[in-house]
Each structure stands twice: as structure tokens, then as C-alpha cells.
Nanobody, 125 residues
Framework: QVQLVESGGGLVQAGGSLRLSCAAS????????MGWFRQAPGKERDFVAG????????YYADSVKGRFTISRDKARNTVYLQMNSLKSEDTAVYYC??????????????????WGQGTQVTVSS
């Protein structure tokens, strides 16, 4: 089994920055893609950013392009989400996800097998 553990959430003022981390552990971890999703109260879980584990190609939701950056450290089995110019609408629980099958390009939650427990990000205006 693969475990994903997120960290780095918190409270920040609008315009500020946060960096989320997600460390993968468990049986031999061989990911094809990892991603970040977020879920605000009363809303669906939405795709934020994804990255192909092998090649490191990143892709983003339109709402965060130019503000968020996803990256990965293969040696540490860790994926990061650098969030800059945060807005109140970025407030949500952020989840890390991973998949070991299929394509490196994954934007739907049902395409991911493994999930972290989530970390709260609150942006005050």
C-alpha cells in the first residue's frame, strides 16, 4: 500500500504564499503521475495541478496558472505545490493524489488511486 502525507497548509493573507508538500511512502513506490486537488466547503473536489513523475511535465487548472507551481523530487518521493499570489477563493482543503497506471496526464479525481488525508489552506482577505 502507498501512503501520501501532506504538510504545509495554514492561514495566510491574500497575496501571500504557501508551499505544500506530499511525501509518498509504503511498498515500492512507482508513480506515473501525481497531482493536487482541492475541495472547498459544499463544492466538488477540483483538479489544481499535476505532474508526470518520470519526465516532470506539469499541467495546471486555468484558475491557478501563473500563480501555482508543481514540482517533484524523485529521490525523496515528494511532490510540492508552491502557491503564490493567493486569493480568498483558493481557500480549501488540498489533497495530494498519485497513480501508478495509465498516462502521465491526469486531471480527474477518479483517475488517481492513492490519496492523502488533506491539508487546510485558508486565505484571509
Amino acid at each position: 500500500q502507498v501512503q501520501l502525507v501532506e504538510s504545509g497548509g495554514g492561514l495566510v493573507q491574500a497575496g501571500g504564499s504557501l508551499r505544500l508538500s506530499c511525501a509518498a511512502s509504503g511498498r515500492t513506490f512507482s508513480s506515473v503521475a501525481m497531482g493536487w486537488f482541492r475541495q472547498a466547503p459544499g463544492k466538488e473536489r477540483d483538479f489544481v495541478a499535476g505532474i508526470g513523475w518520470s519526465g516532470g511535465l506539469a499541467y495546471y487548472a486555468d484558475s491557478v496558472k501563473g500563480r501555482f507551481t508543481i514540482s517533484r523530487d524523485k529521490a525523496r518521493n515528494t511532490v510540492y505545490l508552491q502557491m503564490n499570489s493567493l486569493k480568498s477563493e483558493d481557500t480549501a482543503v488540498y489533497y495530494c493524489a498519485a497513480t501508478s497506471v495509465g498516462s502521465w496526464y491526469r486531471t480527474r479525481s477518479q483517475e488517481y488511486e492513492y490519496w492523502g488525508q488533506g491539508t487546510q489552506v485558508t486565505v484571509s482577505s
